[in-house]
């Protein structure tokens, strides 16, 4: 919690400790010259000089079972080329990378994590330019124009409800329905609900949105902390609704026989998770190979299918209907890293005051 907020107060509250002067690092060098290859030379040159480094670290805020899988297929295809991943909340990563690259340590060299805090380390002068050729097959929504980040997946945010506690008559259609009598003290929302506070933010305003919360509090919203653990207690029956959760874990623990639906807002918010590479990577071809298969088509598929999650590239579709966005004609408005910038303020401002001491 504190490190999130701490994070998130960097942006536009605390000096920067890297001169945003510094020469480039040699491995962006590595990554422009690459840029100059044809695709057959490129690779060729690529995957040797990875298999000479041995090794690529990766800092990463995926579920285990998704990580390994990705792990897995990437040592499978490249053999000499160990993958290491160190797994953790958006925060920890970033927190982790910063504070290391304080003390002069350069150990990571792909992250990728929550989309808030990108703005940290790019303002730190950490992440490194490199345009991967996969970049052309994800839209401008998906990725800077400089070359420095690319979503990795999509998180989307929704409402759901426990279809044993709220027949689908009755189930909420909207955020402001919950402020109506018959949710008192019945739903929950997370501590930290940085997508739907950002959308309501981005779309009502700071002074709407203000009253919004006011009125859940008012209507007895119990403040969870873990978006998974609260898709796990309203599977359990402990309130009836969530203001604010996955859509990927809700459709998971559906499939496993939890009695729950999804309500798609409108607009659902969405971030990407933005993926990058360490300026002063260690091991800088075998980051671009990481990175270029991350975002290929092969690595974008084992991601939807091991984590029914969505994918910024194009021509690949979630696993399950349910969570098919255009197919359903949902209206989704994504959040970028520059959003958390814009919005940061507001946002740490009213979780403070209506939700973390709940």
Same mark, same amino acid.
């Given at each position: 919690m504190?490190? *999130?907020?701490?994070l $998130?107060?960097?942006?536009?509250?605390?000096?920067?400790f890297?001169?945003?002067?510094?020469p480039?690092a040699?491995?962006?060098e590595i990554? %422009?010259?690459l840029?100059?290859l044809s695709?057959?030379?490129r690779? %060729?040159?690529?995957v040797s000089?990875a298999?000479?480094?041995?090794?690529?670290?990766?800092?990463?805020t995926l579920a285990?079972?998704?990580?390994?899988?990705?792990?897995?297929e990437?040592?499978? %295809?490249y053999p000499g080329?160990r993958a290491t991943?160190w797994?953790?909340r958006g925060?920890?990563?970033v927190n982790r990378?910063?504070?290391?690259s304080k003390?002069?340590?350069?150990?990571?060299?792909?992250?990728?994590?929550?989309?808030?805090?990108?703005?940290?380390?790019m303002k730190?002068n950490l992440?490194?330019?490199?345009?991967s050729?996969?970049?052309?097959f994800y839209?401008?929504?998906h990725?800077d124009?400089?070359?420095y980040?690319?979503s990795?997946v999509?998180?989307?945010?929704v409402?759901?409800?426990?279809?044993?506690l709220?027949?689908?008559a009755d189930?909420?259609?909207?955020y402001?329905d919950?402020l109506e009598?018959k949710w008192?003290s019945?739903?929950?929302?997370?501590?930290?609900?940085d997508r739907?506070?950002?959308?309501?933010?981005?779309?009502w305003?700071k002074?709407?949105?203000?009253?919004?919360?006011?009125?859940?509090v008012?209507?007895?919203?119990?403040?969870?902390s873990?978006h998974?653990?609260?898709v796990?207690?309203?599977?359990?029956?402990?309130?009836?609704?969530a203001?604010?959760?996955?859509a990927?874990r809700v459709?998971?623990?559906?499939?496993?026989g939890?009695?729950?639906?999804?309500?798609?807002?409108?607009p659902?918010?969405g971030a990407?998770t933005?993926?990058?590479?360490?300026? *002063?990577?260690?091991?800088?071809?075998?980051?671009? $190979?990481?990175?270029d298969?991350?975002?290929?088509?092969?690595?974008q598929?084992?991601?939807?299918?091991?984590?029914l999650?969505?994918?910024?590239?194009?021509g690949i579709?979630?696993?399950?209907?349910?969570?098919?966005?255009?197919?359903?004609?949902?209206?989704?408005l994504l959040l970028v890293?520059?959003?958390?910038e814009?919005?940061g303020?507001?946002?740490?401002? $009213?979780?403070?005051r209506?939700l973390?001491?709940?």
């Amino acid at each position: 919690m504190r490190g *999130r907020r701490s994070l $998130l107060a960097w942006v536009f509250a605390l000096p920067l400790f890297f001169p945003s002067g510094a020469p480039a690092a040699e491995p962006e060098e590595i990554w %422009r010259q690459l840029g100059k290859l044809s695709g057959e030379e490129r690779q %060729r040159l690529l995957v040797s000089k990875a298999k000479e480094e041995g090794e690529v670290v990766w800092y990463s805020t995926l579920a285990v079972e998704q990580g390994e899988a990705l792990r897995e297929e990437f040592e499978r %295809r490249y053999p000499g080329v160990r993958a290491t991943i160190w797994r953790g909340r958006g925060e920890a990563v970033v927190n982790r990378f910063l504070t290391e690259s304080k003390a002069g340590k350069f150990a990571v060299d792909v992250l990728s994590g929550s989309n808030e805090n990108l703005p940290v380390v790019m303002k730190a002068n950490l992440v490194g330019r490199y345009t991967s050729p996969e970049r052309r097959f994800y839209s401008d929504a998906h990725k800077d124009r400089e070359g420095y980040w690319t979503s990795l997946v999509d998180v989307v945010a929704v409402i759901a409800y426990n279809t044993r506690l709220v027949s689908k008559a009755d189930a909420p259609k909207k955020y402001e329905d919950f402020l109506e009598p018959k949710w008192m003290s019945s739903f929950a929302i997370d501590r930290n609900p940085d997508r739907a506070m950002m959308v309501w933010l981005k779309t009502w305003g700071k002074e709407k949105t203000e009253k919004f919360l006011q009125g859940l509090v008012r209507n007895g919203a119990a403040v969870r902390s873990g978006h998974n653990l609260t898709v796990q207690l309203l599977c359990a029956g402990e309130f009836k609704a969530a203001i604010e959760v996955y859509a990927f874990r809700v459709q998971s623990l559906k499939r496993q026989g939890c009695p729950v639906e999804i309500v798609f807002p409108d607009p659902t918010p969405g971030a990407v998770t933005p993926i990058y590479l360490g300026k *002063r990577s260690p091991h800088p071809y075998a980051a671009a $190979l990481l990175m270029d298969y991350l975002l290929s088509d092969s690595g974008q598929r084992i991601l939807v299918d091991k984590g029914l999650m969505h994918s910024g590239r194009q021509g690949i579709q979630p696993k399950v209907p349910e969570l098919d966005l255009e197919q359903r004609r949902v209206k989704t408005l994504l959040l970028v890293p520059v959003d958390g910038e814009k919005l940061g303020k507001h946002y740490l401002e $009213l979780q403070s005051r209506y939700l973390l001491n709940r």
